[in-house]
C-alpha cells in the first residue's frame, strides 16, 4: 500500500526557521517525484514544487520559488519541505503528494504549520 | 485567482446528477491532461479522475470526466451525502511550467 506519511503540526514564531518531513513507503521511492502543495485556511490547493528523489533535482511554482526550499534524503525514503524565517502568512496546512505528471495521485495526511507571534 | 476557473459552489438533491465545469487555456488544459481530486471536510485531497477520464482503483463509476478543447468536466451521477466535499480540477501549466489547480467547486447534496 502506498503511503505517505508526514510530520507533526508545528507551532512557530516569526523569523524562525521550519523543515517538515514526508516518508514515502508501499512504493520505489526514486521511482517517483514529491510534490508540496499548500492550502491556506479556507482556501484552495496551490502547487508549491516537486523534487526527483533520485537525484535531488527540483523545481518551483514561480509563486514559491525563493521562498521555500525542497530537498530529499532517498536513504530513508524521504521528502522535506524547509523555511529559513517564517512569516505570519505562512500559516497554513501542507500537503506531500506523489507526482506522476501531471497528477498528484497519492496525497500525505497533512503538516498544520501555525506562525503567529 | 486561480489559473483555472471553476464554479463556487454546486448543489443537487441525492440521487440527483451534477456536473462541475473547469476552465482553461492552451497553456494547460489546451495540451495537458486534467485530473480531478476530492476533498472531504477536515480531510487530505485524494484523486478521483486522471488523464481526463480514467478512475484509480476503488474510485465508483459514479464519477467521471471529460475534457473539450480548454475546459473540462466532473460529473456526479447517483448523488449521496457522503459526496459533500470541495472538489478541484489540476493540469500542467507550459507556460509557467506548473501544475495548477482551479479553485475549487463546494458540492452540497441538499
Known amino acids: 500500500e502506498v503511503q505517505l506519511v508526514q510530520s507533526g503540526a508545528e507551532v512557530k514564531k516569526p523569523g524562525e526557521s521550519l523543515r517538515i518531513s514526508c516518508k514515502g513507503s508501499g512504493y520505489s521511492f526514486t521511482s517517483y517525484w514529491v510534490s508540496w502543495v499548500r492550502q491556506m485556511p479556507g482556501k484552495g490547493l496551490e502547487w508549491m514544487g516537486t523534487i526527483d528523489p533520485a537525484d535531488s533535482y527540483t523545481s518551483y511554482s514561480p509563486s514559491f520559488q525563493g521562498h521555500v526550499t525542497i530537498s530529499a534524503d532517498k536513504s530513508i525514503s524521504t521528502a522535506y519541505l524547509q523555511w529559513s524565517s517564517l512569516k505570519a502568512s505562512d500559516t497554513a496546512m501542507y500537503y506531500c503528494?506523489?507526482?506522476?505528471?501531471?497528477?498528484?495521485?497519492?496525497w500525505g495526511q497533512g503538516t498544520l504549520v501555525t506562525v503567529s507571534s | 485567482q486561480s489559473v483555472l476557473t471553476q464554479p463556487p459552489s454546486v448543489s443537487a438533491a441525492p440521487g440527483q446528477k451534477v456536473t462541475i465545469s473547469c476552465s482553461g487555456s492552451?497553456?494547460?488544459?489546451?495540451?495537458?491532461?486534467v485530473s480531478w481530486y476530492q476533498q472531504l471536510p477536515g480531510t487530505a485531497p485524494k484523486l478521483l479522475i486522471f488523464?481526463?477520464?480514467k478512475r484509480p482503483s476503488g474510485i465508483p463509476d459514479r464519477f467521471s470526466g471529460s475534457k473539450s478543447g480548454t475546459s473540462a468536466t466532473l460529473g456526479i451521477t447517483g448523488l449521496q451525502t457522503g459526496d459533500e466535499a470541495d472538489y478541484y480540477c489540476g493540469t500542467w501549466d507550459s507556460s509557467l511550467s506548473a501544475v495548477v489547480f482551479g479553485g475549487g467547486t463546494k458540492l452540497t447534496v441538499l
Open positions: 503528494a506523489r507526482h506522476v505528471v501531471p497528477t498528484e495521485d497519492y
Open positions: 488523464e481526463n477520464n
Open positions: 492552451s497553456s494547460n488544459i489546451g495540451t495537458s491532461s
